[in-house]
């Protein structure tokens, strides 16, 4: 009986340890998080602990279509993720945050742009997104809406993701270009930027989900939870981002 | 030329005509513009500045921009476009706006006057007939709406000749409100 007994306990210690260090595991192993450009100073901020992919949304998409292993995919665009979604590729996902469209000159401001409209008036080297970036697919529809979509003829250079358009501008490679707003404030420094206005704004919404081959799940569904809360909401309205629409 | 052109006596009937881009900015401002002004009676409403016919002209001022909202957004949609939807926007009024009624007249004719200038414009250079016979339509409602707030002050409200504006010039006058 005595024997019976210490089987028992011993058993019950071992697996205590095993939970426990399941537990550790998943609390020390990063999560790997893919996430929209735009999101780069944030999340990092949010929290410097896991590991990040930061590229165009839609070359993210492509890799976890690819098999690449993430756990989080948050997008600059619900197209990017609810594609994903329709596959079977993302759980459900979630608008957590939004954003504006800016247009930023360099500082020393070469071709004198002082409105959205000077960019149909004058000679300009303009820069933005590919048309599948979600930056460069906002900017088109900016155009579009004002009546100016003319301007796509003087640009001069289509780049993969927001980050790459903000560079160009703010080291004076080209005379303008479309960013967000928030990756405008990030090099308030070196860029004057120019409101667009509401009006013609698009509608810029961020989903995040969690990726179905995702081997830590539940610290993935607990990490989008703290970015949904005050925390995180938090962060993002720091950094200038907008809350998520009603209803969203 | 589209039916909404034909059918005189009834209101505008959104039609897929061959809208240039150009057509279609002067509908997302107007339609963005119109839910601005729809806030506008809205809060002046609310704000019981206003009593008796004053406020059944607010409140129908209020239906028209909503119904100007809904015919311009069919236009955008007609031409395969996305129209806005009012809870994009987040309107602002400076704080004193509808303390008094002297201020909540100023400020609702000052960006009705900015909306009458693109209409004017949009009427007199849409490509789509149709949607010219729209603008020339919300140009005249929108002045009726001028006329009808000036008259609460007694206050001259006839131009001889309404300035017609391009749309930076009437995005930049509504800006501070548009948020």
Redesign the interface.
């Known amino acids: 009986m005595r024997n019976r007994l210490t089987l028992v306990v011993l058993a019950l210690v071992a697996l205590a340890g095993s939970v426990t260090a399941t537990a550790a595991r998943s609390q020390s192993t990063p999560l790997t998080i893919y996430a929209a450009a735009s999101l780069t100073d944030v999340f990092r901020a949010l929290d410097p602990a896991q590991r990040y992919s930061f590229a165009g949304s839609n070359a993210l998409e492509t890799q976890i279509r690819n098999g690449a292993p993430a756990d989080v995919f948050a997008s600059a665009a619900p197209l990017n993720t609810q594609r994903l979604f329709r596959q079977g590729l993302v759980d459900k996902p979630v608008t957590f945050t939004s954003n504006r469209l800016a247009l930023i000159v360099p500082r020393s401001n070469p071709a004198d742009i002082k409105?959205v409209?000077d960019l149909k008036r004058k000679p300009v080297k303009l820069v933005i997104a590919g048309a599948a970036v979600p930056v460069g697919g906002y900017t088109r529809t900016v155009l579009?809406?004002?009546?100016?979509?003319s301007v796509l003829s003087k640009v001069v250079s289509q780049e993969t993701d927001v980050r790459a358009v903000t560079s160009k501008v703010a080291l004076g490679q080209a005379d303008a270009g479309f960013v967000y707003v928030t990756d405008a404030k990030a090099v308030a420094d070196r860029v004057n930027v120019i409101?667009i206005?509401?009006?013609?704004?698009p509608?810029v919404r961020y989903e995040i989900a969690v990726v179905s081959k995702s081997s830590n799940k539940a610290a993935a569904r607990a990490w989008i939870k703290m970015v949904l809360g005050r925390r995180g909401q938090n962060a993002l309205k720091e950094y200038g981002f907008l809350p998520p629409?009603?209803?969203a | 030329m589209g039916a909404g052109a034909l059918t005189l006596g009834a209101s505008w009937v959104a039609t897929a005509g061959a809208a240039t881009e150009d057509d279609l900015a002067f509908a997302n401002f107007g339609a963005a513009t119109e839910f601005l002004v729809k806030d506008f009676y809205a809060e002046a409403l609310k704000s019981n500045v206003f009593a008796g016919t004053e406020a059944n002209a607010l409140r129908h001022g209020r239906s028209c921009a909503a119904q100007h909202a809904k015919a311009l957004s069919d236009l955008l949609v007609g031409a395969g476009d996305v129209a806005p939807l009012e809870e994009d926007f987040e309107f602002e009024w400076p704080a004193k706006t509808f303390k008094s009624k002297n201020d909540a007249l100023a400020t609702g004719i000052g960006v009705l006057r900015a909306l009458l200038g693109a209409y004017q414009t949009a009427a007199a250079t849409v490509t789509e007939p149709s949607h010219r016979v729209l603008y020339a339509s919300l140009t005249a409602s929108v002045g009726q709406q001028i006329a009808s707030l000036a008259g609460f002050e007694g206050a001259r409200a006839v131009e001889p000749f309404p300035v017609a504006t391009d749309l930076e010039t009437a995005s930049d006058a509504l800006e501070s409100y548009l948020g």
């Open positions: 409105s409209y579009r809406k004002m009546g100016l979509s409101r206005p509401a009006w013609a704004q509608r629409p009603t209803g």
